[in-house]
Structures are given as structure tokens and as C-alpha cells.
């Protein structure tokens, strides 16, 4: 299928070929769910922790004596029935993450381009290329109505553009190899440039 190419300013540049096989699927929410899930369980810190009954501060003396005073037969302060006392099976230091067949990770990222495709928020740019300056270059993209945007580069990304998109709000800027499903879903409209479809292209097939 074919897709006009802009530049920067706003003119025209061309087209571009965009393979059926990554551009033109008609898009599955449970895969999308699934490598989003993924990313997000591997991205969490799991640095979660609470004291168990070892390691309150409390005497281990037994507060009571154990009968005559009609009371429950207890021991320590730590036990978890009482208030700071040590909780029983609460969280503790862990890793969230877990695997995901790589076929299904691809397919993740094959699905969300062409979710962008059909929904109109993607856009092909000839190149990111910007001298540096973020009052230029925010001023070209509010002339394109770009508000929440990822823009993803070639296996590089330009210097002078990733310096001028530093101070932008709602902008992102991304290599080919840092494309995923969770930043391309997250924002308004997905840019890719020539080379950045070339290089997911070869890296999709």
C-alpha cells in the first residue's frame, strides 16, 4: 500500500511502499494486551517489602503468663495479630516480569503500526533532521497538529533533532531498534521516517 511522504515544513515528498504483511493487519486487542502486559510486568521495580515477625523491633519477651488470666495465650509483641507487629506473607523484593515468545512480541509491534495505519495516525516524513533549535522545530510541529507524538528514526536518530525535541512536550524520539508497543500506542500520532520504515521492515521480517 502506499502512503504520501511530507517534510517537515508541511510539503510533499513523495510516497512510500508499506508491506501488507506489518502495515496492513487488521489489528487484535488480546495481542496488543499481552506484550503491553509484558512490558509493563518487566518495567516494574518489584522493590515492594514489609517486616515479617523476625525482623519487627519488639522484646521477644512473652508479654503474659500463659494461664489464669482469661485472656489469649500469647507470646511476643511481634506476633501479626497485634498493631507493628510483624505482617505474615505480605510482599517482598521480587521480579514481575515474565516470557513472552518472541514470534509474539513481533507479531505485538506488527499489530500496533497497522493500528495506527487504519486509525489515520500515522505519518511518513521524509527525514528528522533540525539544526538544533526547539523554537523551530516546535513551531513546525504545532503547523503540522502533531500534539502527542512518537517519532521514530532509522538505526539513528539525529543529532540535531533529538537536541531540539529535548524541551518539547508530548514529543518523543526513538531509534528503529527502541520501537515498541507500549510508546507507539501511548501517543496521539506515530511518525516514522524513511529510513525508520526501512529499518522496521528488515527488522519485522
Not at 2 to 15: E, T
Not at 60 to 74: L, N, S
Not at 146 to 171: P, Q, T, Y
Not at 178 to 202: F, H, M, P, Q, S
Request: glycine share 10%; aromatic share 4%.
Amino acid at each position: 500500500m502506499k502512503l504520501d511522504v511530507i517534510k517537515l515544513d508541511g510539503g510533499k515528498a513523495g510516497s512510500v511502499d508499506l508491506g501488507e504483511d506489518i502495515f496492513g493487519l487488521e489489528p487484535r486487542a488480546d495481542i496488543l494486551h499481552r506484550v503491553v502486559r509484558w512490558q509493563r510486568n518487566k518495567a516494574q521495580q518489584g522493590t515492594h517489602k514489609v517486616k515479617t515477625r523476625s525482623e519487627t523491633s519488639y522484646s521477644t519477651k512473652k508479654i503474659y503468663r500463659q494461664k489464669g488470666t482469661g485472656g489469649a495465650r500469647h507470646g511476643d509483641r511481634n506476633a501479626p495479630i497485634f498493631r507493628k507487629g510483624g505482617i505474615y506473607k505480605g510482599p517482598t523484593p521480587r521480579s514481575h516480569a515474565h516470557d513472552l515468545p518472541k514470534k509474539v512480541r513481533q507479531l505485538g509491534l506488527k499489530h500496533a503500526l497497522s493500528a495506527k495505519l487504519k486509525a489515520g495516525e500515522l505519518v511518513i516524513i521524509e527525514a528528522a533532521d533540525a539544526a538544533g533549535k526547539t523554537k523551530e522545530l516546535a513551531k513546525q510541529i504545532k503547523d503540522l497538529g502533531w500534539k502527542r507524538a512518537l517519532v521514530i528514526d532509522g538505526a539513528s536518530v539525529n543529532e540535531g533533532f533529538a537536541k531540539a525535541a529535548a524541551n518539547i512536550e508530548n514529543l518523543d524520539v526513538l531509534p528503529s531498534m527502541g520501537a515498541n508497543v507500549y510508546d507507539i500506542l501511548k501517543r496521539d500520532t506515530l511518525v516514522l521516517t524513511k529510513a525508520g520504515v526501512e529499518a522496521l521492515e528488515a527488522r519485522l521480517k
